[in-house]
């Protein structure tokens, strides 16, 4: 059974840093790619970074470019988000995607 499950969500404060991890289980990790999106109540769920399967492709949205860093350990089958100089309007559910598959989500809120 395929399982992804983001961790490290919480409430920071503005020009603060927050990472973000995703664990995974029941699939080829290390082969596929992984995104993070993330949500905002009443809308679209938007796209955040994506990272290829030996790491070394990455692309992100313009409004995460420079303050996020995606990565991955396929050791470890875990995907990251590491988040800096973070702004209120990065406050969301943040969700990690492979192929079909999707996280249950995690809330980051980021406060003035």
């Known amino acids: 059974q395929v399982q992804l499950v983001e961790s490290g969500g919480g409430l920071v404060q503005v020009g603060g840093s927050l990472t973000l991890s995703c664990t995974t289980s029941g699939y080829n990790f290390s082969t596929s790619n992984m995104s993070w999106y993330r949500q905002t109540p009443g809308t679209a769920r938007d796209w955040v970074a994506i990272?290829?399967?030996?790491?070394?492709?990455?692309k992100y949205a313009d409004f995460v470019r420079g303050r996020f860093t995606i990565s991955r350990d396929n050791a470890k089958n875990t995907m990251y988000l590491q988040m800096t100089d973070l702004k209120a309007a990065d406050t969301a559910v943040y969700y990690c995607?492979?192929?079909?598959?999707w996280g249950q989500g995690i809330q980051v809120t980021v406060s003035n």
């Open positions: 995607r492979s192929l079909q598959y």
């Open positions: 990272i290829g399967g030996s790491g070394r492709v990455k």
